[in-house]
């Protein structure tokens, strides 16, 4: 039996199989682009639902393996040379399991550079603007007198949503086959519906954003995916 007596984490989240690759998490858009990947990859897992709050991110356990205090991380007792490894950050977790499983990150090497750099564009402009987004149109931002942020991320949000759609208009998946790069990007497409904010964006207008997110949606590993850990 694996021993994973070496990540404090264990201490607080105990695994049930040692074995497999811990996953912490909960659904959130960067939370299930981990989830989404190890059904898709069919790499063993067990699931731990770590919350949002202080008590949990903010956890020593939790600080020991994401000294950033954000939700995803993993343990793969069955790292590189046999070790055990942890890891944090939804994008070098999606690069280490596509690694490990040899699927979703392309054939040679031009492929896996063009996922990698939409992966990046998710990472360092998607997600960060829509996140933004969400805070400024629904959480506490929208509530601010001035409206001169709101209106900067909406901007920002339309133009990332442009390059996407004119990416994907004569496309099914944003690097050729479908990949890592998709994983990371559908989730907060998704998220525009949560933040209440597809009507301010011109949502419907995007229809091959649109035709993208019902075919990534209607996979059988995502939907397993976008529910892993349960909310509830």
């Known amino acids: 039996m694996s021993d994973l007596s070496q990540f404090p984490i264990t201490n607080k989240w105990p695994a049930s199989d040692p074995s497999v690759i811990q996953l912490y998490s909960f659904p959130t858009p960067n939370g299930v682009k981990v989830s989404i990947a190890l059904e898709e990859m069919g790499l063993p897992y067990e699931a731990h639902k770590v919350t949002l709050a202080d008590a949990d991110v903010k956890s020593p356990e939790f600080l020991s393996l994401n000294p950033n205090n954000k939700i995803p991380a993993i343990v793969d007792p069955n790292g590189p040379d046999g070790k055990a490894i942890g890891l944090f950050e939804s994008g070098a977790i999606l690069l280490y399991l596509a690694g490990k499983s040899g699927k979703l990150i392309g054939t040679n090497d031009i492929e896996k550079a063009h996922i990698t750099q939409w992966l990046m564009f998710q990472m360092g402009g998607l997600g960060p603007m829509l996140g933004q987004l969400g805070f400024f149109y629904k959480f506490a931002g929208s509530e601010w007198e001035d409206k001169r942020p709101q209106q900067r991320y909406i901007d920002e949000a339309k133009r990332l949503l442009a390059v996407l759609e004119k990416e994907l208009s004569d496309r099914d998946w944003i690097a050729g086959d479908y990949s890592i790069a998709d994983i990371a990007i559908a989730p907060w497409l998704r998220a525009l ?35 892993t850990p349960p909310r509830d």
């Open 193 to 227: 519906d949560f933040y209440g904010a597809k009507e301010v964006l011109g949502w419907a207008d995007h229809t091959a954003l649109v035709a993208y997110l019902e075919r990534f949606t209607a996979r059988e590993a995502v939907k397993k995916g976008l529910v």
